[in-house]
């Protein structure tokens, strides 16, 4: 079965910190795809990223990184130079191929606040 | 391009009532999804329609729920009848297809706040 866990609950940091964001997945699809969704305070989820199984070349993004490492099962993202506006709840999520890319599965999400 | 549309944005009933929620993808998206948020369950996916049929309720907790989708630009989420356990955000979100990857992301609503007392 399809997990994702996101063992940060919470991040506190002051601005113009790096920060990053773990994500930990199980699959037993060798086709998957992983996200990044923000959920700032207005409260509708925000696409960031998406990577598929077979791409495991870091994105870079501005101020916003991604490490995919298919070793370790692990799609982590990392803010650069943090700002308040970063301030939000991030998720990842995974979904197989077979099932069809849209039908995601979330992580518990990581409440980031970025502190002036 | 107004992003996916949901009404109302918060819903306060009691116990036993019958609760309606709504939702316009965007125009020309051919998946919809019914996501529900709470603190201890965090994001499920409850039940999704391609082309306006519905695909996969496997989520849809029990029978006290039920979607439609009539048409391509409108759908509702219904729970009759009402238990304070439903109170959550409960998100509605639309998407392009299988087509392409960069199909493949999902737009959501501003969610809907419901509270059951």
């Known amino acids: 079965a399809q997990k994702v866990t996101q063992a940060q609950t919470e991040i506190s940091v002051v601005e113009k910190e790096d920060v990053t964001l773990d994500c930990v997945y199980e699959t037993r699809d060798t086709t998957y795809y992983l996200f990044w969704y923000k959920q700032p305070p207005s409260g509708e989820l925000v696409f960031l990223i998406r990577?598929?199984?077979?791409?495991?070349q870091n994105e870079i993004s501005g101020r916003y990184s991604w490490n995919f490492q298919k070793s370790t099962s692990s799609f982590n993202f990392t803010i650069t130079a943090s700002q308040v506006v970063d301030s939000a709840v991030y998720f990842c999520a995974l979904s197989e191929a077979n099932q069809g890319a849209q039908k995601l599965v979330f992580g518990q999400g990581t409440r980031l606040t970025i502190n002036p | 391009d107004a992003g996916v549309i949901q009404s109302p944005r918060h819903e306060v009933t009691e116990m036993g009532q019958e609760v309606t929620l709504r939702c316009k993808p965007i125009s020309g998206h051919d998946y919809l999804f019914w996501y529900r948020q709470t603190m201890m369950r965090g994001l499920e996916l409850l039940i999704y329609f391609n082309n306006n049929v519905p695909i996969d309720d496997s989520g849809m907790p029990e029978d006290r729920f039920s979607a439609k989708m009539p048409n391509a630009s409108f759908s509702t989420l219904k729970i009759q009848p009402s238990e304070p356990r439903d109170s959550a955000v409960y998100f509605c979100a639309s998407s392009l297809g299988r087509a392409s990857p960069n199909n493949e992301k999902l737009f959501f609503g501003s969610g809907t706040q419901l509270s059951v007392l």
């Open positions: 990577r598929n199984s077979f791409d495991e």
